[in-house]
């Protein structure tokens, strides 16, 4: 009986061995395609397609935005801090779309590099805060991303007098 | 404690005990999911880029973690109705399925309704969310299993055999946003680390999270006496339990 059951545990650890190679090996095999965008590097490096819409992602580049007063009409460029690439859209900006914001941008790429985008979604980090608690990072110089290791070193600044001078 | 285990492994001896421990487990989900729903929409401050919006997040992430935990409790259950011959682990992971679906569906639905404002869209087809989705229907096919073979012990066999495969996709799930490039973010709490929110934001989703498990438990202890019954209705001690023919 006691045979009988280690075999048993033996037969099914097994089977979920092989199972979990099988996944991680047709998961590897589809990488690039289960990656929901190109980053701009990849774009650069001519790995995205050119014959069909692709989708790319990055964040918005500082003072890149640029609204044509009399339509819906932008232009922006998506960066990953080491290329950047110029979209431009015609259509409503999700409302968490702003300058330095993670973008997803679906849309043709066109020959000289640049690509026309159908639809611009907005993605978020991981932090979540409250506004006074951004606002005070933000006069004591810090981006809203360093609030993890700020918060790592000392309690948040919410509601103490962040130290002055540093923007 | 080997005999007190052997005790609960029986159907009678977890009868029992589901018996003292359920209407606790009831009592605490109940208290701790209205105090943390209360606490989360109407006094946790909103975010600075999401306003009330991420208030979605209190009923979310619970659904999300615990479609995923009570998948993982029904493929341990599973393997030990396999390896050790355990009917009360079958009914176990019996009882809970049809919560974790439930719970899936719920992470999902929050999640597209939380999209739209956020993301600007109620689906893509992210790698975080495509194995969600195939969590749902992981669940999906354990239930029909269930159904379609009448027989117990097979369908038992099946059953369990479908979930422990399927077990791999949690790890998946978990690790997509971090393997893949995702439109989903990556975990606020890790841990390892601490949350990248203020306290006054986690401490009720704390609250609904265990809320969550606490209902959990109470259902999984309420249907799995059920199961119980149904399936024991001919020993002698649950007909002397309902009164029948003793």
């Known amino acids: 009986m006691r045979r009988q059951r280690r075999q048993r545990l033996q037969v099914i ?5 092989l199972a979990a190679i099988a996944a991680g090996l047709m998961l590897y095999a589809l990488r690039s395609n289960i990656n929901l965008f190109f980053s701009p590097m990849q774009v650069v490096a001519g790995e995205a397609p050119m014959d069909r819409p692709i989708r790319a992602g990055g964040l918005v580049a500082k003072d890149s935005v640029k ?20 979209v431009r859209y015609r259509g409503i900006l999700p409302d968490l779309f702003r300058e330095g914001q993670g973008v997803v941008v679906l849309g043709e790429l066109q020959p000289e590099g640049w690509v026309r985008a159908d639809e611009v979604l907005a993605r978020h980090d991981e932090n979540y805060m409250p506004p006074e608690v951004a606002d005070a990072l933000k006069e004591a110089g810090y981006a809203p991303e360093d609030y993890r290791d700020r918060a790592d070193q000392s309690p948040p600044p919410a509601g103490t007098q962040p130290d002055a001078g540093v923007e | 404690m080997w005999a007190y285990l052997h005790k609960l492994a029986s159907p009678q001896g977890f009868y029992a005990l589901s018996v003292r421990l359920s209407p606790w487990c009831w009592g605490l989900a109940l208290t701790l999911m209205v105090v943390g729903t209360i606490w989360g929409l109407g006094f946790a401050p909103a975010d600075y880029q999401q306003g009330n919006s991420f208030r979605i997040i209190y009923v979310h992430v619970p ?14 259950a599973g393997l030990v109705f396999l390896v050790w011959r355990i009917k009360l682990a079958d009914m176990a992971a019996t009882a809970m399925a049809p919560l974790g679906a439930a719970m899936t569906f719920l992470a999902l639905f929050s999640g597209a309704v939380w999209g739209v404002p956020t993301w ?10 495509t194995s969600m989705l195939l969590l749902l229907f992981l669940y999906f096919g354990v239930l029909a299993l269930r159904g379609a073979l009448g027989g117990r012990q097979s369908a038992a066999r099946a059953a369990s055999v479908l979930t422990l495969v399927g077990v791999i996709n949690i790890p998946i799930i978990q690790y997509s946003v ?5 439109l989903h973010q990556p975990a606020t709490f890790s841990v390892t680390s601490r949350p990248a929110m203020p306290s006054d934001m986690w401490l009720p989703l704390l609250v609904m999270v265990l809320g969550f498990y606490c209902l959990f438990l109470a259902v999984t202890l309420t249907r799995t006496r059920h199961e119980i019954l149904r399936r024991e209705a001919s020993r002698r001690w649950v007909r002397a339990l309902t009164g029948e023919g003793s």
């Open chain 2, 63 to 76: 659904a999300a973690l615990l479609a995923q935990s009570i998948y993982v409790t029904m493929a341990v």
């Open chain 2, 178 to 182: 971090e393997w893949w490039y995702t």
């Open chain 1, 13 to 17: 650890l097994a089977m979920l061995v």
């Open chain 2, 120 to 129: 600007g869209t109620w689906w893509q087809w992210d790698a975080r969310l």
């Open chain 1, 67 to 86: 609204r044509d007063p009399q339509s819906l009409a932008v232009r922006f460029a998506v960066t990953d801090h080491v290329e950047s690439i110029q």
